[in-house]
């Protein structure tokens, strides 16, 4: 931020960071191994008198000298070199925090070029023994020169202390250096018998080419209990997150974790090979593989170091972006281009949009991606629309901590996500299409109150069934609508019908089933089978059946109800009537009621494709199948490739869910924890916005499920929460797996003002509860706070869905259906949703309102028998007739 971006499109910084440290670290270790390898080596001959073996000394020091001198030499340039241009910020901190620290090793470093070159040059010309201490003086500069560069490496990964003390011992001798110290003092020695098989290959005594590689073959293999137990050491000094980062978060991580291993076991099983004698060329074969794979070893461990490191190029002191945490607020409030000192661009404007966006993708991210080559950018996006460019944005840094979080205003945010979305991707920005709204109409049932027997009371149980249309693909939302009903014969106490009458239903038309479609009403699908079987007959485009009595109350369960019609039209709303006669067969009442369903399910806003259904609803191919990639990316599972075979899956499956009746896997979040804990790290701050971007909420929706009469003062969030609160009480319910608390980490409550205050729930099973806005049964008075989020049900038994009252009639009977509250208004048919109040009472309002007892009750009545304070209450608002 505070420096200029180097500009390289097709390699990056990071690459080249790589593969020249890569080299550096292996030849550096070697410079330290290889110094004790010399000297111990020409121990051994001397003690041996082995002129042969002293003479291989001799020339592998050349060997030595030129590989470290001249290639370490360069190399360690131009490692300074590249990190000064990839990260200047990192680099500058490093140099400031520790430059005592470096001098002291420049003087090492230098002694050690003054001790390798006398005891190359001078080999033979000294004493034995001046001869030897100039070899240990040099092993031991080097070694101090591993010392001192090793604490600054380690203080990189596990500061310790250093963060609350600033001091340098504390920076230096930080809870990594030890054990890393140990770790690279056992790569050395394992890398210096590697290297010595080289120059062992060129002695053509036989003997002695057979004695020199069992001697390296001991450096390879004697070292390997220090390193196995230093390296697990290391794993308890480093920061739990960091390994979590290596072992299970970052997917880049399994490639380097399969190279490490894989590399381990070639390297150490190759090297027995060195024990066996066979022909020289094909020891020269296996030798250059050895030694090719070491760096691949070596490289293999680098980067998952570095990987452990992400977000941080310094733990929890710079991001790799080259911004401070402790710098983000102020950024995120006064915004990045304004704090950033190279950027000609300081406000986004409706003029600089895009070259805004283009300025922050720049200084925030080039320091480890390029556009579309190494680590790039575009295929990590491609599957995207802005908003799930946006979206991701959003989500850096909560969930899988390897991305630092964006830093900047939300209209920089957004400006970031057109850019990458318009110019990168080369995509038009999206135009959003009213949906039209088709005029639909109704015939209400007649009823005459002065001579009519019975009342029938016709609900749908949750107000809106939404459905994930696209089960060739995934599935987690069957089509299956229940309508519960009950009969009362009227009398001054009227008499609930619970047995021995025959209700029959039968719905609209409708196209029940679309194009590209699985018939759902035979739930024949590859996914549901006969998990869920259907009492219904199919007749034409209409379903019917009969209901059946279920404790009392009358059920017609799981109608496989589709919201497409055949003229090509979106109905979400279809009409199912029910006809009740008596044991006769004489026919006492009826009515009709929406049965409410809807596949606008929003995942498309996020996760790219088209409605599937004329433009207006329906999970698309692409879309399911985007789901599916990010699925597998994150969570390591192979569900696009089953799905491409013809192996689709529920979602259920694995995530338990009551409304499915899955139990789900051991150990995996439930269905609605995983997907509201996941998405809600990545919509904060939305408000109601979030709920709309997943849900048929919106008002501008083709379904806009929210139609009863809250609707004009409440929103999703006054019963549900935001969507940050309603994830944390579904994970707070779940607070026994891991899972949970990596999701609600990140997370802050908005409705209540800590984490503690939220109150656990069940999903389905533990909803909100009318009576923590309605506690004395009131309407705006007396307790009234506005929201019932925090406040559940206690169980099932208690759900307004499950409820009855006094008397026993249940509470959506007389009150409606939830998100349809009576004194509805439906923006396909103004009364669609009110056609029993309007039936029965002539008010679009509660069954019973404004003192209309005589829908059941043949005389007047004077006292609450339903529920408390039910005379006494205050007249309802009402929608008047139509």
Wanted: aromatic share 12%.
């Amino acid at each position: 931020m505070n420096y200029p971006v180097w500009y390289l499109p097709g390699m990056g910084g990071s690459l080249l960071i790589a593969i020249i440290a890569i080299i550096h670290v292996v030849v550096a270790h070697f410079a330290v191994g290889g110094g004790l390898f010399l000297v111990l080596t020409e121990h051994r001959a001397y003690r041996t008198g082995s002129n042969a073996l002293l003479d291989y000394v001799k020339s592998h020091t050349w060997f030595f000298l030129l590989l470290t001198m001249v290639m370490g030499g360069v190399t360690g340039v131009g490692i300074w070199f590249i990190i000064s241009l990839a990260h200047p910020a990192a680099t500058s901190f490093l140099i400031h925090q520790f430059v005592f620290a470096w001098a002291i090793e420049w003087v090492f470093f230098i002694a050690e070029i003054v001790a390798l070159l006398i005891y190359h040059y001078r080999f033979g010309k000294m004493s034995r023994r001046d001869h030897l201490i100039m070899g240990w003086l040099y092993f031991i500069f080097a070694w101090l020169s591993l010392f001192v560069i090793n604490g600054i490496l380690a203080f990189m990964l596990t500061p310790g202390k250093w963060l609350e003390t600033g001091s340098f011992w504390h920076a230096f001798f930080n809870p990594g250096f030890l054990p890393t110290l140990i770790f690279r003092t056992a790569i050395s020695a394992i890398i210096a018998g590697v290297f010595g098989l080289i120059t062992a290959l060129f002695r053509k005594d036989e003997a002695l080419r057979q004695v020199i590689l069992k001697w390296c073959a001991g450096w390879m293999y004697i070292p390997l209990a220090l390193l196995a137990a230093s390296a697990i050491w290391y794993t308890f000094a480093i920061d739990p997150q960091a390994l979590a980062n290596i072992l299970h978060h970052n997917p880049e991580s399994s490639l380097f974790r399969k190279i490490v291993i894989n590399s381990s076991v070639i390297l150490f099983g190759l090297g027995l090979f060195t024990l066996v004698r066979y022909p020289r060329k094909l020891q020269g074969i296996t030798v250059t593989f050895l030694v090719v794979i070491t760096f691949v070893w070596m490289g293999g461990f680098e980067y998952l170091r570095e990987i452990a490191r992400k977000p941080y190029v310094i733990y929890e002191t710079l991001y790799s972006n080259g911004i401070k945490p402790n710098e983000m607020e102020e950024i995120n409030s006064s915004g990045f281009l304004n704090a950033a000192r190279w950027s000609s661009i300081k406000e986004v404007s409706d003029d600089n949009f895009l070259e805004a966006g283009s300025e922050i993708f720049r200084l925030q991210c080039l320091n480890c991606h390029t556009e579309d080559n190494y680590n790039g950018v575009k295929n990590k996006i491609e599957l995207m629309t802005e908003r799930g460019i946006e979206a991701q944005l959003t989500g850096m840094g909560r969930i899988n901590s390897y991305m630092p979080p964006f830093a900047g205003t939300e209209t920089e945010k957004k400006a970031l996500a057109a850019w990458l979305y318009r110019e990168l991707l080369g995509n038009e920005p999206e135009v959003i299409h009213q949906p039209e709204i088709p005029v639909l109409s109704h015939t209400r049932p007649s009823f005459d109150n002065s001579k009519d027997e019975y009342v029938l009371l016709l609900w749908n149980d949750i107000g809106m069934k939404c459905i994930s249309d696209n089960d060739k693909i995934l599935a987690f939302l069957p089509p299956a609508n229940t309508l519960n009903a009950q009969l009362v014969k009227r009398a001054p106490i009227p008499e609930i019908i619970k047995e021995g009458y025959n209700l029959k239903w039968e719905t609209e038309e409708q196209h029940l089933n679309p194009q590209n479609h699985t018939d759902f009403w035979e739930y024949d699908s590859i996914i549901y089978g006969k998990n869920l079987p259907l009492a219904t007959g199919l007749t034409g485009s209409k379903l019917s059946g009969e209901m059946k009595s279920v404790n009392g109350i009358w059920i017609a369960d799981r109608i496989p109800l589709m919201p497409y019609r055949d003229d090509g039209t979106y109905n979400p709303y279809p009409l199912i009537t029910v006809t009740a006669s008596d044991p006769d067969g004489f026919v006492v009442a009826t009515t009709s009621a929406v049965a409410p369903v809807s596949t606008e399910m929003g995942c498309r806003n996020c996760h790219g494709g088209e409605w599937s259904w004329n433009g207006v609803s329906g999970l698309s191919d692409i879309t399911a199948q985007n789901i599916l990639v990010v699925h597998d990316k994150y969570s390591g599972t192979s569900l696009a490739d089953e799905a491409a075979e013809g192996k689709p899956r529920l979602c259920q499956e694995c995530h338990s869910d009551p409304v499915v009746g899955r139990a789900g896997k051991p150990g995996i979040l439930s269905f609605s924890a995983s997907i509201h804990g996941f998405h809600a790290n990545y919509l904060t701050g939305m408000y109601q916005e979030s709920c709309n971007l997943c849900h048929p909420s919106d008002p501008a929706s083709a379904t806009n499920c929210m139609r009863g009469r809250h609707a004009g003062f409440l929103d999703c969030t006054s019963c549900h929460g935001t969507l940050e609160d309603h994830a944390l009480a579904l994970l707070k319910g779940q607070t026994h797996l891991e899972k949970a608390d990596r999701l609600a980490a990140s997370l802050q409550p908005v409705s209540v003002a800590t984490m503690e205050e939220i109150n656990p729930r069940t999903p389905w099973l533990m909803e909100p509860d009318c009576r923590g806005c309605h506690t004395n049964f009131n309407i705006a008075v007396d307790g009234f706070e506005g929201s019932a989020y925090n406040k559940w049900v206690p169980g099932a038994s208690a759900l307004y869905r499950m409820r009855t009252d006094n008397q026993g009639m249940m509470c959506a009977a007389c009150h409606g259906s939830p998100h349809a509250i009576y004194g509805a208004y439906n923006s396909y048919d103004p009364m669609r949703d009110n056609i029993q109040p309007l039936q029965y009472q002539g008010l679009a309002g509660t069954i019973g309102t404004h003192e209309s007892c005589s829908v059941c009750h043949t005389t007047d009545m004077n006292t609450s028998g339903h529920h408390r304070n039910q005379i006494n209450r205050l007249y309802e608002a009402v929608l008047q007739y139509e």
